[in-house]
């Protein structure tokens, strides 16, 4: 039997989901746990892009899935279930194989649903590792309850309202909201775990988030580690699935202290060339310096940016510089930028709050709806735009000069560093983690 300092080998099997912005998270939390003795396991469908010789320290366990990615299925729900179904029997394998000679914990992720279900059929712990924000949960635990009461689909006259169950947020808020009903109920289903887990992890703070977590308290009796923000807290090698363009860097470096908007709008937004055709006039004619990441295939029927007519290209040059993916952590930290442009998915909120960089919010679906009204309204450190609707110009100077908005980005930015140091509660979360674990 695998024997450490006379005790079994503690095995944590970490359920990835393949997605840049739940992959990265889960290598973070790899990297802490490891720093602490356990051994990782990274159990990670076939198809995803993760470049496995950053990490030589983890074991990492290809799961067959059969699937070239989420474009080939018409909606998510339906990649996600096909993903499930195909990687769990393989998981299984696995763990029976290694059962027998380490303590093994599997921590899965929130959609990697068969990482639970496989749990439950061979007797072992586990822990949910979400990597949205923790809103986004009782907002689809409401769904049926709303479907039963009439007020799911979403009438309009509605969609201004707030929930009255989910403070701030507001109908048109709901992560689910263009979803079919059906996908909607089934999506509902998917994530409520039928059996409790052991525990939950969430990659956020406590004074971020207070009502969802009390929320998320009162509805499972077991322990909720508020670990977040991980970049910060277990900062990984590179976990980029695309190559980061370090040039842009000692282009900040030339540009005055907080003058730059930079733009990037996370690793699974799409664009028509209309709006990104617009988002580049704005960029143009707020006069102020921007480093843009346009991801390549990110504008429908385009490669990269050949989408902006010949003459945006030379004004974009005056001021501007486009890459196709960036350090975005180094980038916030750079004393140049000024702003964040984003689509508020939940590590781009997190490295852009820990940063005290202020943001405009162009959220596209499911949390980030609700992450864009947390920065606008809740913690006041976002202004929301409409790309069709908005004066960009006016939206990013305002950004930049905004002197109470940029004071409450430092308080939050503040808050963050004393949650995270020694008796802060994302420190204290993480030494109860391991205490947990090795109490299992
Ligand atoms: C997805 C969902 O969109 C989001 O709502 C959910 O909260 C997490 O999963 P994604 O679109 O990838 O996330 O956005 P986000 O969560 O912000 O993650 C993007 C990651 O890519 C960030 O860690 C960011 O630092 C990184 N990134 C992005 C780069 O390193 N370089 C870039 O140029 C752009």
Known sequence: MAEENGRRRWQLVLVASPLQGHMTPMLQLGTYLQSKGFSITIAHPEFNSLDTFNHPDFIFLPLPDNLSGPGSFTSFLGFLQALNNNCKPHL??????????????????????????????????????????????????????????????????????????????????????????????ESAKMITPATPPSAFIWNTLEFLEPSALTQIRQQYQVPIFTIGPLHKTAPARSTSFLEEDTSCITWLDKQKPKSVIYVSLGSMANLDKNVATEMAWGLVNSNQPFLWVVRPGSVHGYEWFEFLQEGLVDKIKVRGLIVKWAPQKEVLAHNAVGGFWSHCGWNSTLESVSEGVPMLCQPFSVDQLMNARYLSHFWKIGIEIIVEKTEIEDAIRRLLVDKEMKQRAIEVQKNVEHALNHGGSSHNALKDLEEFILSL
């Open 92 to 185: 299984r394998e696995h763990l029976v194989q290694i059962m027998t000679e380490e303590s093994v914990v599997i921590i899965y992720d929130i959609l990697m649903v068969f990482g639970g279900s496989v749990a439950v059929d061979l007797g072992l712990p586990s822990i949910i590792m979400n990597c949205s924000s923790t809103a986004f949960f009782p907002a689809y635990q409401i769904i049926p309850q709303l479907h039963q009461e009439g007020r799911f689909p979403v009438h309009d006259s509605l969609l201004d309202e707030i929930v009255p169950e989910l403070k701030p947020f507001r109908y048109k808020d709901l992560p689910f909201i263009d979803l079919p009903t059906e996908d909607a109920t």
